[in-house]
Structure formats: structure tokens, C-alpha cells
Nanobody, 123 residues
Framework: QVQLVESGGGLVQTGGSLRLSCVASGRTISMYSMGWFRQAPGKEREFVTAISWSGFSTYYADSVKGRFTISRDNAANTVYLQMNSLKPEDTAVYYC????????????????WGQGTQVTVSS
């Protein structure tokens, strides 16, 4: 089992930045692909970004390309999401995700979830 705990969410103005962290415990995540999803009020959970176990490959939803950056520190069992140029439509609960196989954009295919952290962008 892998336990994931997110932190770093909060309230920020349009154009601001936040850095989310996801700390894993239970197992080393060095062989897991890791990702972030988000869920806005009244909407389905959606893929945001993912990173391969090595960190060499990254994937982004079109809506966040050029603004968000995912990274990982396997020694610290931690994944990060740097969010810049935030917009009101980025407001959502952000969830950390871990997959034993290749990364996935499908919510139903994620192996482990964190509890989520709220990000609110004011206009």
C-alpha cells in the first residue's frame, strides 16, 4: 500500500503561484509513475499532469501546459507541482496519484490517491 499526503494548497490571486507537495509513505515511489488530478465543484475529476518513475518523461493537460511543472524527488519520496500564472478556472481540489504501471490519464485506472488539497484562485 502507498499512502499519499498532499500539502501546499491555499488561496491565491489570479496570476499568482503555488507549489503543491505530495509525500508518499508505505512504499518507495521510485518505480511508480506519479501524477496530479483535480476536481472542480460540480465537475468530474480530471487529469492535470504526470511524471514517469525516472522523471525523464512528463505529460500535461493542454489547459496547464506552459504554466504548471511536475517534478519528483525519489530520495525524498515526494512529488511536486509548481503552478504559475494561476487562473480562476484552476480552482479545484488537487489530488496526488500513483500508478505501478505507466502513467494514466484515466481516473478509474489510478492505483493510489491522496486525500486532496484545495486550491482557490480569486479573480
Amino acid at each position: 500500500q502507498v499512502q499519499l499526503v498532499e500539502s501546499g494548497g491555499g488561496l491565491v490571486q489570479t496570476g499568482g503561484s503555488l507549489r503543491l507537495s505530495c509525500v508518499a509513505s508505505g512504499r518507495t515511489i521510485s518505480m511508480y509513475s506519479m501524477g496530479w488530478f483535480r476536481q472542480a465543484p460540480g465537475k468530474e475529476r480530471e487529469f492535470v499532469t504526470a511524471i514517469s518513475w525516472s522523471g525523464f518523461s512528463t505529460y500535461y493537460a493542454d489547459s496547464v501546459k506552459g504554466r504548471f511543472t511536475i517534478s519528483r524527488d525519489n530520495a525524498a519520496n515526494t512529488v511536486y507541482l509548481q503552478m504559475n500564472s494561476l487562473k480562476p478556472e484552476d480552482t479545484a481540489v488537487y489530488y496526488c496519484a500513483a500508478n505501478k504501471e505507466s502513467y494514466t490519464r484515466r481516473v478509474g485506472s489510478v492505483d493510489y490517491w491522496g486525500q486532496g488539497t484545495q486550491v482557490t484562485v480569486s479573480s
